[in-house]
């Protein structure tokens, strides 16, 4: 059974509608997968229908954005929650909300300098998804400035550029604890991607693991050789689940469907622990 546990649609910042990321999934020998847009569950109704139509397990999912006390970014996958549950929705909705106010931050700047405009990065986006830096960086491409949008990643838009805005997200122990009380399964996203920026020190998978960690994705193209050794070692002395995946963005990003896959025995307990929400069976 192949099994891919980090997928993005148009949701969030992917390219492709959520029905027409369940049939990449299919047509690239997938057999379950998750749908895991950014603070986001407004993909899972398509997903769904859309899955059990190809014959593929279904795992509804969400990547919270989260960053700790002194400003490193995590992302936490959360599996099988309610999508209802009213103190994860409010922390989200705050997200979300600092999410576009960073983003017109962030194209006002980049106006100064740029043929850029806030009805440019409009356009990028599918209607009801949650904005972010890669619709700016859509934007760009549109625009001519950039060739894709991981070069506006690796320049423009990096959190080291003057144009680069903050923007409030829960810290990643109250995260998990918020996915837990919604009955989802928590497993921190790509931890040791140092590529992308900092990562976090043992400090704080510590307190994530007091809060409720389930597991670490530990097989993603971004996390290095000796972090994922790091990585099971942690997983090993603290009984986490570890699970692979593509992290999959259509176009938008490199990655692969399938690419990385998660054992059917973690993808069995993540449905275990769920209280919130099940598998969606074909």
């Known amino acids: 059974m192949r099994i891919d546990l980090h997928t993005h649609s148009n949701v969030s910042d992917g390219t492709e509608p959520p029905g027409a990321v369940m049939a990449a999934a299919s047509a690239a020998g997938l057999d379950a997968v998750a749908l895991t847009d950014h603070d986001s569950t407004a993909g899972w109704a398509e997903a769904a229908e859309a899955a059990r139509g190809l014959g593929l397990v279904f795992i509804p999912g969400m990547e919270v954005s989260c960053r700790t006390a002194d400003g490193i970014s995590v992302h936490l996958l959360s599996y ?15 997200s979300r909300s600092a999410r576009l106010t960073r983003a017109e931050r962030m194209v006002e700047r980049l106006a100064e300098d740029y043929p850029i405009s806030w009805q440019d990065v409009q356009e990028q986006v599918a209607p009801g998804a949650t904005i972010g830096r890669p619709h700016i960086a859509d934007a760009l491409v ?12 690796a320049g423009i838009l990096t959190a080291r550029s003057r144009y680069f805005v903050a923007h409030y997200a829960p810290e990643p122990a109250l995260a998990v604890e918020l996915i837990r009380a919604a009955g989802g399964v928590p497993v921190f996203a790509h931890p040791e991607a140092s590529s992308r920026g900092r990562v976090v020190g043992e400090k704080t998978y ?13 097989d993603h193209r971004d996390n290095p050789e000796p972090g994922r050794e790091y990585l099971r070692s942690l997983a090993h002395r603290h009984s986490l689940l570890i699970t692979g995946s ?9 990655n692969r469907l399938g690419e990385n896959t998660t054992a059917p025995a973690a993808l069995e307990k993540i449905a275990e622990l769920a209280t919130g929400t099940g598998l969606v069976m074909p």
């Open 80 to 94: 099988l929650h309610d999508p209802a549950h009213p103190g994860l929705l409010a922390e989200i909705a705050k």
């Open 142 to 153: 549109a625009a001519g400035v950039v060739p894709t949008r991981s070069a506006a990643f």
């Open 206 to 218: 510590l307190e994530m693991i007091d809060a409720g960690l389930a597991g670490l994705e530990i």
């Open 246 to 254: 593509s992290d999959y963005h259509g176009t938008g990003k490199p």
